[in-house]
């Protein structure tokens, strides 16, 4: 999963940059300053030279009830937006996982929002602070303002902004707008990581030397791995010709002084630049942790399958993104975690997911959860059966042990043996287009959705029964 990596500190401001609400507002809040210095500069010049085109052009108590306006309507559109994330941040986390609301954290919507609210209340609480000093020695009845025009236009815009954000996060809070996110972000990683079978170049294959290590590098604190900058460590080992093997793997937790990388070799190692190509943080991302997508999206799964919820749609539409980002996992090569240095010596080993685990991952707890849902399973069995005829033969394996589970989960959940049947049919929509649910006679559908006709029953005579005044003309 090599990849260009920024600066440790450049790195560390993206991340406050995205999950930090007050990034951006403060960056507005100071590049309001700077427009109010600026307009109020050319203020000066207009009072003195004349406008040479049309501005706000009224008295300066109308100018200062116009930015007083703005001032008070923004503050309370933010504290309105800020209201609505609470509010959507905690349905998310009761509803679908506590891990969903980094996404709404995440979002850059919400982000330019609060932004444009904070630079236009910033930038009227200045003007409307300045506007007596500016005006002050010009006497006329009316004024010409630059400021006051570029305060209108900030207040327009802001009313725009919030108008579509309420659009966007209507949208957004729903469970498919969740489930599509991650499952977009997810996939981005898996392209970015994982290159396809006839573009990967070749693989390292090596085995890690059965001896002590030669050196051990602790971690500095505790977190999970976040991010491993792969094209560092690489120079660093091959720079000190020493072999490096990292202990965890991106998103495993790592304790204060736990093991983070064993050094083979004669030749010290800088330790500091071994540790600063880590980051270790308190919560897993997706970015470079494509496990981590597929436990997001399987947690909104377990949440929906809960008694308490009860919603096995929402968990189907989960199994549809899961089978969506195994198709595309299965196509593709999987890295063996060695990286050798130029001139082909295995230099650095960074543990790597296996396509065993991700399939595992995808449907071991969701079978579990499901195991009484006849929807939910149903739509397994066709992820199931589309995955083995779409993948080539050497990813069948955990997919076939996948299925005998399912049957056997069927067999043990499902009392009826028509409800047994039922449960094996492949269901792209959990109950809709599959069919099993015939009774003795009718038609079925099987696997694929489509008719099976059935034996025609023998059209028999109906019998009638007798009228009782046929019953009487009849002899005794």
């Known amino acids: 999963m090599e990849r260009p990596h920024p600066s440790r500190y450049l790195q560390a401001f993206r991340w406050y940059r995205r999950s930090r609400l007050w990034v951006v507002p403060s960056v507005g809040a100071a590049a309001a300053l700077v427009l109010a210095a600026v307009t109020l500069t050319v203020d000066n010049v207009v009072i003195t030279n004349g ?26 559109l933010t504290a309105l937006v800020l209201t609505v994330v609470a509010v959507v941040i905690q349905l998310a986390t009761q509803a679908l996982s506590p891990r969903a609301v980094r996404t709404f954290l995440q979002d850059a919507h919400s982000h330019l929002t609060l932004g444009t609210f904070v630079t236009t209340f910033t930038y009227a609480l200045v003007i409307l602070q300045q506007f007596a000093l500016t005006y002050d020695d010009f006497e006329a009845n009316s004024v010409t303002s630059v400021s006051v025009s570029v305060a209108f236009v900030l207040a327009v815009l802001s009313l725009g902004m919030f108008i ?39 693989a390292v294959h090596a085995e890690v030397p059965d001896r002590d290590a030669d050196d051990v590098v602790l971690a500095p604190h505790n977190g999970v791995v976040l991010e491993i900058d792969v094209g560092k460590l690489l120079e660093t080992a091959e720079r000190s010709d020493v072999l490096v093997v990292m202990v965890p793997a991106v998103g495993d937790f790592i304790p204060t002084d736990g093991r983070l990388f064993e050094v083979y070799g004669d030749h010290r190692v800088d330790r500091d630049r071994l540790l ?34 009860n919603d096995p749609t929402t968990a189907t539409q989960v199994v549809d993104e899961l089978h969506d980002l195994l198709r595309l996992l299965g196509s593709r090569s999987f890295p063996t975690g060695w990286h050798a240095d130029t001139g082909g010596t295995p230099r650095l080993c960074v543990p790597q997911p296996t396509w065993d685990l991700y399939v595992a991952l995808a449907f071991e707890e ?42 056997e989960t069927v067999a043990g959940s499902f009392a009826l043996e028509a409800e047994q049947q039922a449960a094996r049919h492949a269901d792209r929509q959990g109950i809709g287009s599959g069919g099993g649910f015939s009774s003795d ?33 009849a002899p005794p």
């Open 276 to 309: 600063d190509t880590v980051v270790i943080d308190a919560e897993r991302s997706i970015t470079q942790d494509v496990p981590f997508g597929f436990r997001l999206l399987i947690d909104i799964a377990a949440r929906s399958l809960s008694p308490s919820v």
């Open 164 to 202: 579509s954000y309420v659009d966007h996060i209507l949208h957004e809070a729903r469970v498919t707008s969740i489930i599509n996110r991650i499952g977009d972000e997810t996939r981005q990683e898996i392209l970015q990581g994982y290159r396809d079978a006839t573009e990967a170049p070749a």
């Open 366 to 407: 969701i079978r579990h959860d499901a195991r009484d849902s006849l929807q939910v399973v149903r739509r397994l069995q066709a992820a199931l059966e589309d995955l083995l005829a779409y993948l080539p033969e050497d990813r069948h394996p955990p997919l076939r042990r996948q299925r005998r589970l399912l049957d």
């Open 441 to 473: 006679g009718e038609d079925v559908a099987g696997g694929d959705g489509q008719r099976v006709a059935t034996p025609a029953v023998e059209a028999t005579e109906p019998v009638v029964a007798p009228s009782p005044a046929d019953t009487e003309k």
């Open 51 to 76: 406008a040479p085109f049309p501005f706000f052009n009224g008295q300066p108590d109308t100018a200062r009830t116009i930015l007083s306006l703005i001032a008070t309507s923004i503050a309370t």
